[in-house]
C-alpha cells in the first residue's frame, strides 16, 4: 500500500512568477484532484485492460472524496501505474497536449507530481521505522 498526501490547491504562476489569470481574470488555479484525475486519461491505463481500468477506478474513488492534507490509501499495483504516468507520461496522439504538461505551467504541478511519486509505503507512513525490534535495547 502506498500513501499518497494530498496537497493544497496550487495557483499557476508563469516561469516569472507572475499569477496566470482565468478567463474572468481570477487566479488560475488547479486542485491536486484535477491533476491526478488527468493522469487517469492516460493511455498507460488503457493498455493495461481490465487491471488498468479496475485501477482507475480505485484511485478516482480515493480521489472524489479527498481534500487537502488527507492521505489517499492506493494499492502498490495500481500506485506504480500512477507513478509512472505521472513521472513519464505516455505520447498523445496527433498533437494533443496533456494541459497540466504544458511547458508553460508544467512547473506548477511539481508538488502534485511528488506528492504521487514520492508517495509513502505502509513502513513509512505508518511510522513503523521509528519502532525498535522487539528486545532491542537503545
Known amino acids: ?17 507572475e499569477i ?9 488555479c488547479v486542485s491536486f484532484k484535477q491533476f491526478a484525475l488527468s493522469r487517469l486519461l ?4 488503457a493498455r493495461q485492460g481490465m487491471a488498468g481500468a479496475v485501477a482507475t477506478l480505485a484511485i478516482r474513488e480515493q480521489l472524489l472524496r479527498s481534500e487537502p492534507g488527507e492521505a489517499l490509501a492506493i494499492d502498490d499495483s495500481h ?6 504516468v505521472t513521472s513519464k507520461p505516455s505520447p498523445h496522439a496527433a498533437g494533443v497536449l496533456d494541459p497540466y504538461y504544458a511547458p508553460a505551467i508544467l512547473h506548477n504541478m ?7 511519486c514520492e508517495a ?10 521509528d519502532v525498535p525490534a522487539t528486545g532491542c535495547i537503545r
Do not use: C, H
Open 1 to 17: 500500500m502506498r500513501y499518497i498526501t494530498v496537497p493544497p490547491l496550487v495557483t499557476l504562476t508563469s516561469l516569472a512568477g
Open 20 to 28: 496566470l489569470r482565468d478567463e474572468r481574470g481570477d487566479a488560475a
Open 42 to 45: 492516460d493511455s498507460a491505463f
Open 79 to 84: 500506485w506504480e501505474l500512477l507513478s509512472q
Open 110 to 116: 511539481v508538488p502534485y507530481m511528488k506528492a504521487i
Open 120 to 129: 509513502a509505503d505502509e513502513t513509512a507512513f505508518l511510522g513503523l521505522n
